[in-house]
């Protein structure tokens, strides 16, 4: 296939680039999207990012990804899929940089965990608490009832940003039958704001921004994932000719990633990707052209999978820009398959292994007694959120508060904060 590159980018409205909270002009040498991607990359919680774990904890290996390294890599691979498009670029590389501010410490772990200790609330959700960072918890905009506006980007970026447009309890996907999606994408507390991102659109439909953040992201994840996997020799991808390994990851791609599909699916995607040209013919040996060789898989991989959705989504849509709703991305099945292959090999390997599941134990028992511990000493907390503690209207709003700075906290200080609380402790007996 001859690639050709749109000259032109998709128009956007004034409508498109409204504020929630007005602003005065600003430099006109700058789009109001290039602004919009410069407040996500000077922001607090992006630079949290790079001590918070995406599957391994950060200190544990100077070559892992943290969430931070991992948000830069899906902005590369979602910023030229919507160059190919004809998406504004600015605004898919700033959904791309904010789509795992909301993840709080210890990976979805700690979701997990946040998510009971909220069961009374609404519960938590990584993609809702992104909302809340971008249009609340962090400082940059004051409306003028004096409520806070967060970053107050444009509503184009802030739908962009979000992945699951809809409350909990009222996912469209939800509604089919046989269908187990949990995710949302707002609390009820931050629905005016969703209201506002959200105009005209009441369907659950997701612009094609957030289409593009979306597979990017499924992309990085399972790509990068694996090459963390393999070079920590945790991975062995030759394992996966024995029949009882193979078993083992066609039960966890199904049950995680492909509840619906055949065993033949599964080992088909399999082994279309080890038939790959560029598959490592050898097992990994720590060398640098072993190493070498792995980068260029995830490399190859990563093209594989962005040239497969541009092709199919141009073969619907013709060359016309895309943006927002004038379409949506086209993802082949079989190319689906293969990302959801990759992210197994990598789950079965890491994410369940018996040494991370007791870590896991202890973590959960960490932002637990952190949240307890918030709650019974709010002067505990960093001094932004205690303001917004005592602010809060009720018990609720205040448990709310406590969950947005265990959120907000990085592994390790979620792990200094337990440390002192129970050094506090030990002082009192």
Same mark, same amino acid.
Not at 224 to 237: P, Q, R
């Given at each position: 296939?001859?690639?050709?590159?749109?000259?032109?980018?998709?128009? /956007?409205?004034?409508?498109?680039?409204?504020?929630?909270? !007005?602003?005065?002009?600003?430099?006109?040498?700058?789009?109001?999207?290039?602004?919009? +991607? $410069?407040?996500?990359?000077?922001?607090s919680g992006l630079r +949290?990012?790079?001590?918070?774990? @995406?599957?391994?904890?950060?200190?544990s290996d100077d070559f892992v990804r943290t969430r931070l390294t991992h948000s830069l890599e899906v902005a590369q691979v979602g910023r030229e899929l919507a160059r190919y498009l004809g998406s504004d670029p600015d605004i898919v590389d700033t959904?791309?940089?904010?789509?795992?501010?909301?993840?709080?410490?210890?990976?979805?772990n700690g979701e997990t965990v946040l998510d009971?200790?909220?069961?009374?609330?609404?519960?938590?959700?990584?993609?809702? @608490?992104t909302l809340r960072v971008l249009t609340r918890l962090e400082p940059k905009v004051i409306r003028e009832d004096g409520s806070p506006a967060g970053l107050n980007l444009t509503r184009a970026t802030l739908d962009a940003c979000t992945k699951?447009?809809?409350?909990?309890?009222?996912?469209?996907?939800?509604?089919?039958?046989?269908?187990?999606?949990?995710?949302?994408?707002v609390y009820d507390e931050d629905r005016p704001v969703f209201t506002f991102l959200r105009e005209g659109r009441e369907n659950g439909q997701r612009c094609?921004?957030?289409?593009?953040?979306?597979?990017?992201?499924?992309?990085? /994840?399972?790509?990068?994932?694996?090459?963390?996997?393999?070079?920590?020799?945790?991975?062995?991808?030759?394992?996966y000719d024995n029949d009882h390994a193979l078993g083992g990851l066609i039960d966890i791609t199904r049950s995680w990633y492909l509840p619906e599909a055949s065993d033949e699916v599964i080992t088909g995607a399999l082994r279309?990707?080890?038939? !790959?040209?560029?598959?490592?013919?050898?097992?990994?040996?720590?060398?640098?052209?072993?190493?070498?060789?792995?980068?260029?898989?995830?490399?190859?991989?990563?093209? +594989?999978?962005?040239?497969? $959705?541009?092709?199919?989504?141009?073969?619907?849509?013709?060359?016309?820009?895309?943006?927002?709703?004038d379409g949506n991305l086209v993802v082949p099945e079989a190319t689906r398959h293969e990302i959801a292959v990759l992210k197994g090999l990598a789950t079965v390997t890491v994410m369940v292994a018996e040494d991370r599941l007791s870590l896991q134990r202890i973590q959960a028992r960490v932002l637990g007694t952190l949240c307890e511990y918030f709650s019974e000493k709010p002067e505990a907390m960093d001094r932004i959120f205690l303001h917004d503690h005592r602010e809060a209207a009720d018990e609720a709003a205040r448990l709310r508060v406590v969950v947005d700075q265990v959120a907000s906290m990085t592994d390790h200080s979620a792990w200094s904060a337990y440390h002192r609380m129970q050094a506090d402790e030990a002082s009192l007996l």
């Open positions: 296939m001859t690639t050709v590159i749109p000259t032109a980018v998709a128009s /956007y409205s004034a409508h498109d680039r409204e504020r929630w909270a !007005a602003e005065a002009a600003k430099n006109p040498r700058r789009t109001d999207f290039q602004r919009d +991607r $410069a407040r996500v990359l000077h922001s +949290r990012l790079g001590a918070k774990t @995406q599957v391994v904890s950060p200190g959904a791309c940089l904010s789509h795992d501010l909301g993840h709080p410490p210890f990976g979805h009971e200790v909220c069961a009374d609330i609404g519960g938590f959700e990584g993609n809702a @608490q699951y447009p809809w409350p909990r309890g009222e996912s469209p996907i939800a509604a089919r039958a046989g269908s187990t999606v949990t995710k949302f994408g094609i921004e957030a289409q593009i953040m979306d597979l990017a992201d499924d992309i990085s /994840y399972s790509v990068h994932d694996v090459e963390d996997a393999v070079f920590s020799g945790a991975l062995d991808l030759f394992a279309r990707l080890q038939k !790959a040209a560029y598959w490592p013919k050898q097992r990994y040996d720590g060398s640098r052209s072993a190493q070498a060789g792995l980068k260029h898989m995830t490399s190859q991989l990563i093209g +594989r999978f962005v040239g497969a $959705a541009e092709a199919a989504t141009r073969e619907e849509y013709g060359w016309e820009p895309l943006g927002r709703y």
